[in-house]
């Protein structure tokens, strides 16, 4: 089971950018399907955005034409650009695989908090 660390978190203002990034334990080029999820305080786990091994990107309809998924097999990462961020946005951000999320195998998360 490939294990993944994210960073990047920190502190951002309203409307401000941040990137996420997380780097898995082994190959990730035999991994379809990649995931960013996030889980706000006090509320449940959600996905965010999905990228395939073909490039196909899906985003939740919170994030979509605010956040950018990419994944890159040869430094075995994928990445989540985030704009326009807003406060709603603050939670601790995950990257994983469905089959992962199912086994409840996650990482520590990188925490971003969007407040002035």
């Known amino acids: 089971q490939v294990q993944f660390v994210e960073s990047g978190g920190g502190l951002v203002q309203p409307g401000g950018s941040l990137r996420v990034s997380c780097i898995a334990s082994?190959?990730?080029?035999?991994?379809?399907?990649m995931v960013w999820y996030r889980q706000a305080p006090g509320k449940q786990r959600e996905w965010v955005a999905i990228v395939t091994s073909d490039g196909t990107t899906n985003y939740a309809d919170s994030v979509k034409g605010r956040f950018a998924i990419s994944r890159d097999n040869a430094k075995n990462t994928v990445d989540l650009q985030m704009s326009s961020l807003k406060p709603e946005d603050t939670a601790v951000y995950y990257c994983?695989?469905?089959?992962?999320?199912?086994?409840?195998?996650w990482g520590k998360g990188t925490l971003v908090t969007v407040s002035s």
């Open positions: 994983n695989t469905p089959s992962g999320a199912a086994m409840r195998s």
């Open positions: 082994g190959s990730i080029s035999s991994i379809n399907v």
